[in-house]
């Protein structure tokens, strides 16, 4: 036997003032800061992560990380560090900040974000 099709629709609301809205904001804040921070720390926990991490931020400031036979992140941390360290004393490291701006337009609006990683993910500043 086939059920009845309603002939009335029932909406319920819920309605929160300020106090409770906050409460719900504080109970959700660390919930995401969780659900983000938790695959970021297991990328970065396992080689191939911490690897592809320096990869790009060596590539974004124009050098070639040399990380092959490294078997731990914090190798690939200390390599990082050293060969960006020996890059911004190369002449070549003007000359790729230089061709970075004028291949990527506002790149120097994200050079204080990329700064930033560095310092979190690398402690260089």
Known sequence: MPKPKPDQVIRFEIVMGRAERELVQNILMP??????????????SDVSGMAT??????????FELGIIGLDTPGEIVSAFRQQLADFKESPAYQLSREARRTLIPGSEYAEPYVADVLKWFFGID
């Open 31 to 44: 919930w995401q800061i969780k659900q983000v921070a938790t695959p970021g720390v297991a990328l970065l």
């Open 53 to 62: 991490v320096a990869a790009l931020l060596a590539t974004w400031y124009g």
